[in-house]
């Protein structure tokens, strides 16, 4: 069976909610519907017009309901219709995206939908992750206790100057300011207010940490016949990938893990680039700590290891730059955890189809959208562009 | 021609209890070096892997990250996780063998479902806002369905012992397998206690540990490693309303609807076997009726999850015992069934044929 066999796949449309820290106004229901609406208006089309639902989400616990897909079924249209439910820890949302692709290209559907969410504020995602497994290390404060190590270990190898990280949260947060669903909108935010914001993990800053959203993403993905019968552009998938190593074991690189390098070159190999930094116009990296942006950068080749602050500090990755990483604000704006993937992906389709409004990079013709989860251990990520080929 | 076909499977014991973590390794690792037994293969040979599980059956966060340690994930492998019965994540990595991106594939499930108290966990699979609260566990709306179908006269007491008897006593060759007997009769069944009126202990699978995995590969491949590939000739799920108070809980609309799509009861086409994943007497007998299955077909020959439930693994095993039944000869035509969810919600059927 050769990947000739593969169809061709296209987002046809995208939605996201208004992210906040808590959305008291909604059900989790009321959440993924108020994205899947917006995202079947941006492509033209109604429930009935789709054929399957992939739901994705990050764990359970976060809510407290044990996979709310079940009770999701009606809300997002899928009586009668196969629906599945992925969770691949922090990448769940790029998964989402990933699975949806497959079996648009794998000839099974013709329109799914992608749902991803969390609504963080009807539990408690700390409490959540700070459980005490046997024989597994323990979280204890969270994701930025478990990562400030990494990037620790990064500004160390690399010898970056240490304020990369605060110019990474000013261009985020700036960015942010630019999307009206932003959760964190600060656009008078300065290097010097980073800097002078409390410590939490040194070295990650409060105003280098992701916040805690209610939030969802929502993405309408079609055959060519879908594409082609679409009135509005779309957004064609030229590759997807996904690699996951264990958390721990001896000789596990946290700040450039292999997995997602394996990932990176996998996916430039299947969209047929050479070089990412020339031929990628716009990427949408998952970066919850500020640091990850040059971290990530170096892990999917944009720079070469130990050179990706640079692009950083030279202001390559504002928009107007050589790279614009994350114009919509990022991870640093707005994290409703499950959702946070598919945002990613989304953002980085609305940059191609040319529907980003204030932060649309001029010009994007192909972009990178990424999804990292677990102990930097889960990666998915997907190459979109304009045209088909 | 079909794409692709089941090549192995293996399931570890069905145990009320295990000692092992949650996270399923000590079940995953013993199971995962019997497939590779069965066909040659290593871990290496392997492009895409596919698990199922939950977290909160495992009281935790994550649980599957952990699980990962069974594979030996290094160098990095392309995988993925639902959050659902095995059966699905063998659906996704059916779909990665289709688009080409991968040749070989294995999907694995497992649970401890004595890690906590099961009828009570479940219980937070309901609407989190109006039914959840209430804690209507899983065995008493599982019963509130047995009673609707009783007062219609879809199906009597004494049919659904029977279903207890017969998957009771052919789980006595099945040697991993949970409870086995040869030796219940109905009368005796019926005069025993109930559990939750109108079901008694034998109305409900047991409680057990468990994992299960199974093994695809695109046909030239599976025509190398395995002599009788088990042929996917129909893999389909739905899903039905997640309001128990919207549907009608005697009947498996989405059941029927994977049944349909997946030729399960195409004219002519009948299968000899069916593997049902149901964990109650009645709901066998709702999907004999939804599946259109006729008498002639043995139904769960591996006992059933009468003699098993991992949850989460149960249903991958349901598909992986069709395919032993296709793959050792004594079935040309076969169908492996999972559910999930509260009354048989969700939905898989998978036709597996020898030719």
Known sequence: MASADKQRAAVLGTGQTHHRS?????????????????????????????????????????????????????????????????????????????????????????RVLAVAFEKQSESNAMWALSIMPPFSMPLLAGAGGYFAPHVRAYIRRSGAPTHVGALVAVKDRRNG???????????????????????????VRYDETCPSSDGACAVVIGDQAAAEASSRPVAWIRATSMRTEPTMFAGKDHVNPRAGADAGKALWAAAGIASPIDEIDVAEIYVPFSWFEPMWLENLGFAEEGKGWQLTEAGETAIGGRIPVNPSGGVLCSNPIGASGLLRFAESAMQVMGTAGEHQVAGAKTALGHAYGGGSQYFSMWVVADTPD | MPEAAVIAFAEAPNLRRTDGTTNGVEMLVPIFREVFEQTGLTKSDIGFWCSGSSDYLAGRAFSFVSAVDAIGAFPPVMESHVEMDGAFALYEAWVKVLTGEAEIALAYGFGKSSAGDLRRVLALQLDPYVVAPLWPDSVSIAALQARLGLDENLWTKRAMAEVAVRSRAAAVSNARAQPASDELEVEELLSEPYVADPLHAHDCAPITDGAAVVVIAAADRARELCERPAWITGFEHRIDSGSLGARDLTRAPSATAAGVAAGAAAAGATVDVAELHAPFTHQELILRAALGLPDSVRISPSGGALAGNPMFAAGLARIGHAARQVMSGSASRALGHATSGPALQQNLVCVVEAH
């Open chain 1, 22 to 110: 808590k959305r008291p106004d909604v059900s989790i229901a009321g959440l993924c519907r108020e994205a899947v609406d917006r995202a079947l208006a941006d492509a033209g089309l109604e429930l009935a017009d789709i054929d399957a639902v992939v739901v994705g989400k990050a764990p359970d616990l976060f809510e407290g309901v044990m996979m709310p897909e079940l009770y999701l079924a009606d809300a997002l249209g899928a009586v009668g219709k196969p629906l599945l439910r992925v969770h691949t820890a922090g990448s769940v949302g790029g998964a989402t995206g990933v699975v949806a692709t497959s079996l648009v290209q794998a000839g099974r559907h013709r």
């Open chain 1, 177 to 203: 300011a630019l999307n009206p669903y932003a959760h964190l909108r600060q656009p008078d935010i300065t290097l010097e207010s980073v800097q002078a914001s409390p410590m939490l993990w040194d070295p």
